[in-house]
């Protein structure tokens, strides 16, 4: 997955893991255009990633090893949908989000 597709972008993100292997995240920070951080708690989340391998409607393609999140944060008193995805691997792993249109 390059971040660069379908408007994703990395992402910091602060979550918990439970010791069932549950990812539960919390808070997310994104580098905006000119560098200045923004963080955002996540007020509700729905873990996608029991659906298996297959295409999202944004067109990623996600399998076993990815972890994806419908994340609802609040954006200057404005609800809005982000979505998180995990991939980890043996080697790295990495965040990265994109919004969700309305």
């Known amino acids: 997955m390059n ?9 910091d993100v602060i979550c918990q893991f439970n010791s069932d ?24 989340y729905k873990e996608l990633s029991h659906m298996g391998d297959y295409v999202n ?3 990623v393609n996600t399998h076993s090893s990815m972890y994806e999140f419908d ?5 200057f008193k404005k609800k809005q949908w982000v979505k998180l ?9 990495a965040w990265n989000m994109c919004f969700i249109s309305d």
Do not use: W
């Open 57 to 59: 409607a944004d067109g």
């Open 3 to 11: 971040s660069a597709d379908k408007g994703q972008m990395p992402v």
């Open 21 to 44: 292997g549950k990812i539960i995240p919390f808070r997310l920070r994104i580098q905006d255009e000119d560098g200045e951080y923004h963080a955002y708690t996540i007020n509700e």
């Open 71 to 75: 994340c609802e944060i609040t954006v």
């Open 85 to 93: 995805f995990y991939k980890c691997s043996a080697y790295s792993s």
